[in-house]
């Protein structure tokens, strides 16, 4: 049996449509506060550190907003973890809109998280 390695990134087909890099980044400008024109100016390439300056406590709301929207699968904030700093660095709203549609159309992994984990011990039980 062959073991594949962790992916840092979700296994996609094609970029995430505009339509959903569009609704992710309303949603962002929700969870930071900010008006309709600054979400206006986000684009697929638009950096999360050097462009948008999101704050870790942002990200994290970000993810928990992306969680309920899209479903518990997709932790965003699990997916950076696995990151290394350039890809940190260089995360787009396009890379999160991929991770968000490799999540929704099954690609993520065999138990459904798109992080770079796929451990697929159950769920203890309780005694």
């Known amino acids: 049996m062959n073991a594949e390695p962790a992916r840092t990134e979700p296994a996609r087909a094609e970029p995430a449509q505009p339509e959903l890099v569009r609704r992710i980044a309303d949603l962002l400008r929700e969870v930071v506060g900010e008006d309709r024109a600054w979400s ?3 684009r697929r390439e ?3 550190d050097g462009e948008l300056l999101l704050e870790s406590h942002e990200l994290a709301a970000w993810s928990l907003a992306l969680r309920r929207d899209h479903g518990d699968h997709l932790d965003l904030v699990e997916h950076v973890a696995g990151l290394d700093i350039d890809q940190i660095i260089a995360l787009t709203v ?4 991929d991770l968000v549609a490799a999540g929704r159309d099954g690609n993520a992994g065999r138990n459904g998280n798109a992080g770079p ?3 697929t011990t159950p769920p203890r039980e309780r005694s």
Do not use: M, P
């Not at 396009?94 to 809109?97: C, Q, R, W």
């Open 40 to 42: 206006d100016a986000i």
């Open 46 to 48: 638009t950096r999360l």
């Open 94 to 97: 396009g890379d999160v809109a």
């Open 117 to 119: 984990s796929e451990a």
